[in-house]
Structure formats: C-alpha cells, structure tokens
C-alpha cells in the first residue's frame, strides 16, 4: 500500500505564500508523475501543476507565474509553493502520484486525503 500525506496549508492573507508538501510511503519502487490538484466548493477537481520524474513541471493558467512545483525522487516528496495569493486560490489541495509498487507491476495512481488552503481577502 502507498499512502500520500499532504502539509502546509491553513489559512493565509491575500497576496501571501503557501508552501505545500506531499510525502509518499509505503510499497514504492519508482515514483513516475506526480502533480497537485485542487477543489474548490461546488467545482470539479482540477489540475494545478504536474512535474515528470525528469523534473519537468507542467502548470495550469490560472497559477502559471505564481507557483512552482518541485520533487525530490529520493526522498519521494513534491512540493508546491503558491504566491501572490487570491481568494480564489481558495481550495482542498491533494496531491497525486502515479507509483509502481514493485517490479513487475503495473503504474497505480494514488491520491492523498488533501490539505486546505483558504485565502482571505
């Protein structure tokens, strides 16, 4: 089993930062995509960023210039970091991996329980 637990958020001015960490556990042999989604109330669960296991980091509109995702393979971690908040920012963020658990398995996609982040106008 792979678990994926999400930190950082809370409730911050708008304007202000937020850095968001995702760590994996459990059975994992290689970690490929993993990415930060976010859903605000009333609306579908949408991307925010997504990075390669090469690093490559791919954003949505709405955040491009004001985040950056990064991933540490080693340690089997992806931060988000948000700036220039708005309200509209306002969301649960989850983070989402796509692991092989072992050698001969296949990619399973696994989401964490996700981490609220509230901005205030």
């Known amino acids: 089993q792979v678990q994926l637990v999400e930190s950082g958020g809370g409730l911050v001015q708008a304007g202000g930062s937020l850095r968001l960490s995702c760590a994996a556990s459990g059975r994992i042999v290689l970690i490929d995509a993993m990415a930060w989604y976010r859903q605000a109330p009333g609306k579908q669960r949408e991307l925010v960023a997504d990075?390669?296991?090469?690093?490559?980091?791919n954003y949505a509109d709405s955040v491009k210039e004001r985040s950056t995702i990064s991933r540490d393979n080693a340690k089997n971690t992806v931060d988000l970091q948000l700036n220039s908040l708005r309200p509209e920012d306002t969301a649960v963020y989850y983070c989402?991996?796509?692991?092989?658990?072992?050698?001969?398995?296949?990619?399973?996609?696994?989401w964490g329980q996700g981490t609220q982040v509230t901005v205030s106008a």
């Open positions: 990075i390669t296991r090469g690093g490559r980091p």
């Open positions: 989402y991996a796509t692991v092989r658990p072992s050698f001969s398995a296949s990619l399973y996609q696994y």
